[in-house]
């Protein structure tokens, strides 16, 4: 039986032990929190027979632990990851990889010295829908893409660090919608210009809001508009998108209606029945559980998942390079 080692018990850890659980070949033989009585809590909530400690260096000392599950916030990822890695452990990590490029890189270093894996957690690659839409895209049925255009308005009241950081919709959500859109053009980022601003309503101490525009790989152009302190007109998780293509356009509403239209039919205006809907195949798990579960076979297979550090660092700079962008209100080359 290999081992797990959680690092970090907050309110997203229970989505992670709900996950690993469904493992055979795993057991979860630690859980870790400075904040000693979150890992009793999740010990008991859960009926884990784990070892709970306060440290994660005295943890993996006494587990011979196989993966460590990095569930902590953005700002302790490099310290846990690297311990990690370091430590003789395959790392699978939460969103964002890193508050800096630099951090980043330091962690695909240490994953290549250490010859250890380092997967980071991008759930929204693993919705029945989005799938879907990427497929129908790649299909060529309406041509090459031209803009991508998504729409993130929500209101989530967390507390917690969330709510103290400077950039909290660009660092710790944006990451999600950013990451998205190169799953679904098969595209990375050239360029950036960020608005990042604060409505007078916040309840974020950082700016909660933000308007980006990237120009991806091609010439592409994706528009970002974001807040997370919205007071009407809510959207999914998953954003609302518009992909403008050669042939017609492709709209989404982040949840079950996802068509097109496009001047191949003449259609224009028919009620949302009678429309091109795009077909959607479910899939045996999503999100965040289908993320993990491919995570757990890469490393059974000796593979890579779609998740790696090497390629999630694109997602990363798109988020910090926004930022830097909001902050000297210049273009960013990425």
Same mark, same amino acid.
């Given at each position: ?124 690659? /693993? ?6 839409? &990427? !497929?129908? $895209? ?5 041509? %090459?893409? *031209? ?119 003449? /259609? ?6 009678? &429309? !091109?809907? $795009? ?5 045996? %798990?999503? *999100? ?47």
């Amino acid at each position: 039986m290999k081992k797990i080692v959680v690092a970090g018990c907050g309110n997203m850890s229970n989505s992670w032990i709900k996950a690993a659980m469904q493992r055979k070949d795993y057991e979860i033989a630690a859980l870790v929190d400075p904040m000693i009585e979150k890992a009793k809590g999740r010990k008991e909530e859960h009926n884990l027979k784990s070892n709970v400690y306060a440290n994660l260096t005295d943890a993996l000392d006494k587990e011979n632990a196989d993966i460590v599950f990095d569930i902590t916030p953005p700002e302790y990822h490099l310290q846990t990851v690297t311990t990690s890695l370091k430590s003789g452990c395959h790392v699978f990590g939460e969103k964002p990889m890193a508050e800096n490029i630099e951090n980043a890189e330091k962690m695909i270093q240490c994953s290549d010295e250490t010859k250890k894996e380092y997967f980071v957690m991008q759930n929204r690659r /693993y919705v029945s829908e989005i799938i879907a839409l &990427k !497929n129908f $895209i790649e299909s060529g049925e309406l041509g %090459n893409i *031209g803009q991508l255009s998504a729409n993130f308005q929500l209101n989530p009241r967390f507390g917690g660090f969330r709510e103290e950081m400077d950039s909290p919709l660009i660092l710790d959500m944006a990451i999600h919608t950013f990451d998205a859109v190169r799953f679904i053009s098969g595209l990375n980022a050239k360029s950036v210009y960020c608005h990042e601003f604060n409505p007078a309503w916040s309840w974020f101490k950082g700016d909660a809001a933000a308007v980006c525009i990237f120009e991806m790989e091609n010439g592409t152009v994706f528009d970002y508009r974001g807040c997370w302190c919205a007071t009407g007109l809510i959207s999914s998780w998953h954003s609302q998108w518009h992909v403008a293509c050669a042939d017609g356009a492709i709209f989404w509403d982040g949840n079950d209606e996802l068509f097109w239209d496009g001047k191949k039919k003449e /259609y224009w205006g028919k009620d949302l029945d009678e &429309k !091109n809907k $795009i077909n959607v195949k479910p899939i045996e %798990n999503e *999100g965040h559980t289908a993320c993990i579960f491919d995570m757990f076979d890469a490393i059974e297979k000796g593979t890579r998942p779609q998740t790696d550090c090497r390629d999630n660092i694109n997602s990363i700079k798109m988020v910090l390079k926004a930022i830097e962008s909001s902050k000297t209100k210049k273009v960013i080359f990425l």
